[in-house]
């Protein structure tokens, strides 16, 4: 079992910065694939961004790239999503997700957070 929390999320300007944080509590957390997820209201789950269980691959939807990074810190089993750039069409509830051992491309997560509220104001 994974339990996920995101953190960091609030309100900010259009052209502001976020990181978002999520902790795990996996024993095994190096050995999963993280992923980032965004709902607008009225709108389905989308993928953002993921990165691999083994480090160094990272995937993004095109709408983030040259905006967003996910990053892990196994360390502190911890991954994140720093966000840059912000627009009014970021805006959403953002989701982390874990799946064992996933390709970045992976859609079917195991393990899902409760999620954290962004709002960027125009």
């Known amino acids: 079992q994974v339990q996920l929390v995101e953190s960091g999320g609030g309100l900010v300007q259009a052209g502001g910065s976020l990181r978002l944080s999520c902790a795990a509590s996996?024993?095994?957390?190096?050995?999963?694939?993280m992923g980032w997820f965004r709902q607008a209201p009225g709108k389905g789950r989308e993928f953002v961004a993921a990165i691999r269980w083994s480090g160094g691959i990272t995937y993004y939807v095109d709408s983030v790239k040259g905006r967003f990074t996910i990053s892990r810190d196994n360390a502190k089993n911890t991954v994140y999503l720093q966000m840059n750039s912000l627009k009014p069409e970021d805006t959403a509830v953002y989701y982390c997700?874990?799946?064992?051992?996933?390709?970045?491309?992976?859609?079917?997560?195991?393990?899902w957070g409760q999620g954290t509220q962004v709002t960027v104001s125009s």
């Open positions: 996996g024993r095994t957390f190096s050995s999963y694939t």
């Open positions: 997700a874990a799946v064992y051992r996933g390709l970045v491309t992976e859609r079917e997560y195991d393990y």
